[in-house]
């Protein structure tokens, strides 16, 4: 298994403004995702992180409101871009190792927007 | 449409009692079926997963669950639930190959002592 781990923890914010999120995996893993929860409710996948080149996002998501990088194998951002009420959430991503075809996730980051 | 549903929302049990929560899948290819957990504050952390083989899985914290293939169901059962049991429990469907998941709505879990 992978351990994760992900920073901020939590965090408030103004709107208007982004915040960007890290998440370290202790080893390379073949996949990472990020995952938006929002209060009560379960886990909507925004985008595949892929490495060295441009995320993968899901319907309703955009590049511009939620860019993700990922320099190398075991570490990705992603940014929450200007930044409203509604993206209240928590944040999450997972890593996907090898063969094991099983995603592990982080702590979360608890997001805030006022 | 593929879709992963959790009928119960919320549950009650007593401190001791048997649990036995609930999944139902709509998947076109054979699902890979997992249940994760996620206590208070906490990330999600696997319990167990079902790829092939025998349809009972043993998973962690004394959890199992059966895959009933005719029934489309994942159901996950514990024979005497623990009051650090309370939390909210999400099962996910998703292919080989993908990593991508369907995740239910969850159902939340409570103990009472």
């Known amino acids: 298994s992978a351990v994760i781990s992900q920073k901020p923890s939590r965090d408030i914010c103004q709107r208007g403004t982004s915040l960007t999120i890290q998440c370290q995996v202790d080893?390379?893993?073949?996949?990472m995702f990020w995952y938006r929860q929002q209060p009560g409710q379960s886990l909507t996948l925004i985008a595949t992180a892929n490495q060295g080149s441009e995320a993968t996002y899901e319907s309703g998501f955009v590049i511009d409101k939620f860019p993700i990088s990922r320099p190398n194998l075991t570490f990705s951002t992603l940014t929450v871009s200007n930044m409203s009420p509604e993206d209240s959430s928590i944040y999450l991503c997972s890593a996907g190792t090898g063969l094991s075809e099983t995603q592990y996730f982080g702590p979360g980051t608890r997001l805030l927007v006022l | 449409a593929q879709s992963v549903t959790q009928p119960d929302i919320h549950i009650t049990v007593s401190e001791g009692a048997s649990l036995e929560l609930r999944c139902n899948y709509s998947y076109g290819a054979t699902p890979y079926l997992f249940w994760y957990v996620q206590s208070p504050g906490q990330g999600l952390q696997l319990l167990l997963k079902?790829?092939?083989?025998?349809?009972l899985v043993q998973g962690i914290k004394g959890f199992e669950a059966e895959f009933k293939r005719s029934q489309s169901s994942f159901n996950l059962r514990k024979p005497s639930v623990h009051w650090s049991d309370a939390a909210e429990y999400f099962c996910a469907v998703g292919a080989r190959g993908t990593y991508k998941y369907i995740f239910g709505t969850g159902t939340r879990l409570k103990v009472l002592a």
């Open positions: 079902y790829f092939s083989g025998d349809t």
């Open positions: 080893s390379q893993v073949t996949m």
